[in-house]
Every structure is written in C-alpha cells, then in structure tokens.
C-alpha cells in the first residue's frame, strides 16, 4: 500500500497520528488501470473526515502527476463535467463527455464508451491526449447526413482520456417523491439581426403550457402536462414557476462560426444578469436558437442526469438547446435532464 501521513496536510498544528491508505497495487499482468485501485478507508485508520478528504485530494494530485509520467499525456481538472446527448432530426443520437476548465476552455470526449462512466456535475482530472475529428472513435451506425458536432465544427478541442483521477462524484441528495415536485424553467428565444428561433413566443409558451398538435395529428398537449401524466402527477413544470425571455444578440446569424452553443451560452446568461435576471437561479435552462445557427445540425442538445427524480432540486445545473419548434423535441431533451438516454 502507498501510504500518506496527515503530517503532510493541515495548518501544521499538532495532531493525532493517522494514515490514510490510498492506493493498491497488485503486481500482476494487467493495465496500469487495472492494478490501480481507490481504497478510501481512513476513517478506520485514526483520520478524521476533514483530514481523510484533505489527503485524498492531495493523492489525487499526486496519483495525477504520476500518471502523466507514465503515459506521457496532459493532466487537465475539469471543473465540471457533463454527459451530453446529441439528438439528430432524423431521430440519431450522440452521446459525449464535455469537460470545461477552469480557464472557461470546453473539451469533448468523444468516445461514448468513455465519457458514459461519469456523471454530469462531477468534478475530475483528466489525463488526456489531444486528438483530431480523425481520431475519434467511429460512431455507432447513423442515418446518412447524421454527423457528430466535432465533425461540423473544426474548431472543438477533442481529448481520448488515458485515465481519470476523481475529485469529487457529484451523487445527487434523495429525497422522497411523495411530494409534487416543481420544477423551474427559463426559456431564451436568442434572436439576431436577421434572424430568430422558428418557435415564436406564443409557440414555447403553448408547447410548454398549452395544447399543441404535432405535424397536423388529432392528439393535442404540452410537454407540462405530458411529464405530469407519465409521472403521475409527481413531476411538473407549473407555468407560475416559468419565465420566458429574448436575447438579441445584436449580430447576424451569419457571423457565428462552427457550433459555438457553449460559448453562446454563457455570453447569454451575461446579457441576462446585466439586465438583472439570473439563469442559474432556475433548476431548468432552455435555449430556443435560429434553424441557421452555425453548423449545428442537431435539433437539440441537452446535459444528460443533471437532476434526476427524486433528488434535491438544485438550481443552475439542467440545459437544453432547442432548434425547432416541436414540443416533443422539448420533450425528449428534458427527459435527457431527468436522467433517461
């Protein structure tokens, strides 16, 4: 076992003597991964909870910089990652893992296998080689026409991750569901000089709240009522609890290059708190963008897990970006948010 003393950590103040067993190596012939196992049982060995976590970080650290040794790849922190799905309109699907620093840059993981491991909101460091569209993993069968967003956009920093060191796991409080649970949601029409989502106003407010018929059928709802009829009255989003804003951007569509949804985002909810509306004091954010935004050729994008039933409803975590004006687009992104794939 490698051991740590928490002589190594605190304000150097005296302190009862403890160790904290991080790692186990078991000389036999298997990966690097494989013979690496967490083994997080201070408590048992005279640690403190403050402490135990303290040198856990610290190990993690360390466990990083050697590994960065061994593989030769860069150690970057994610300061949240999020597993993120892709919907196509043909009814394809990408899942990927986007990993932001703390500089604000935004790295995908490309490989479903991969970023399918962690959950949206955990906080990790990445040993990660850098690649190319070309050296992602191919994708799974796709309809003709169906492209993953590193492909439409040369600009997306792509990283193969060679391990994980976990910082911290982001397992979302429970609580019971006896209780109605309300959900907030703010919905942002982003408009341009010459150019607005294909959702009016009237639309999102109808599609979300109101009665709606999809391609001319008979059946008519919205995506409120849908998620309180297949939740049995459990999960809803009252309108009381719902905001519906416009940002215009103050350019033309034309000026976005590449598939910039991030960085459209957050300059989004700048504009919004200038004007004294904070986004991330709602659990749900929902963007309606123009058909020609970018080279996006997705009909929506949503963070997959991000608050799932039953757990405690933190705002600023959920998001969905939305390119058409189907309800059921909206629907199926949200249900990305509550957790299902």
């Given amino acids: 076992s490698s051991q740590l003393s928490n002589s190594y950590v605190g304000d150097g103040a005296a302190q009862e003597p403890c160790v904290l067993s991080l790692l186990r190596y078991r000389p036999r012939r298997s990966s690097l991964k494989e013979r690496l196992a967490w083994k997080t049982n201070g408590l048992l060995q005279g640690c403190s909870p403050e402490t135990s976590v303290a040198m856990l970080r610290a190990a993690a650290v360390v466990l990083a910089c050697a590994l960065q040794g061994v593989h030769g790849c860069e150690v ?15 009814g394809d699907s990408y899942y990927f893992g986007e990993c932001t620093l703390p500089s604000g840059e935004v790295i995908l993981v490309p490989d479903e296998e991969q970023a399918r491991q962690y959950w949206s909101g955990d906080r990790l460091v990445l040993c990660i080689n850098r690649v190319d569209a070309t050296e992602a993993p191919a994708q799974k069968g796709r309809s ?24 911290a796991r982001r397992f979302p409080p429970t609580r019971s569901l006896t209780p109605t649970e309300s959900r907030s949601l703010i919905i942002i029409r982003v ?30 709802g919205s995506v409120s009522g849908l998620m309180s009829s297949s939740s049995y009255g459990v999960t809803t989003w009252p309108q009381a609890d719902g905001l519906v804003v416009e940002v215009n951007m103050g350019v033309a569509v034309g000026t976005v290059d590449g598939c910039p949804y991030s960085t459209l985002a957050s300059e ?37 897990g991000c608050s799932p039933p039953g757990s405690i409803l933190n705002p600023g975590r959920c998001w969905s970006f939305i390119k058409d004006a189907y309800p059921t687009t909206r629907a199926h992104e949200f249900g990305h948010n509550l957790g299902l794939l």
């Fill in 76 to 90: 970057v922190e994610c300061e949240e990652f999020n597993l993120i799905s892709q919907d196509e309109p043909s």
């Fill in 144 to 167: 003709i026409g169906s492209k993953p967003i590193w492909e439409t956009d040369s600009s997306i920093q792509l990283a193969q991750v060679e391990t994980t060191v976990k910082l």
């Fill in 191 to 220: 408009t341009y000089t010459d150019s607005e989502p294909s959702c009016s106003e009237n639309c999102v407010i109808s599609g979300m709240w109101g009665s709606e018929r999809i391609n001319y059928g008979q059946v008519q």
């Fill in 268 to 304: 989004v909810n700048t504009k919004l708190q200038e004007r004294g509306i904070d986004p991330f004091s709602f659990i749900h954010r929902e963007y309606f963008l123009p058909n020609n935004f970018g080279s996006c050729g997705w009909a929506g994008l949503a963070n997959v």
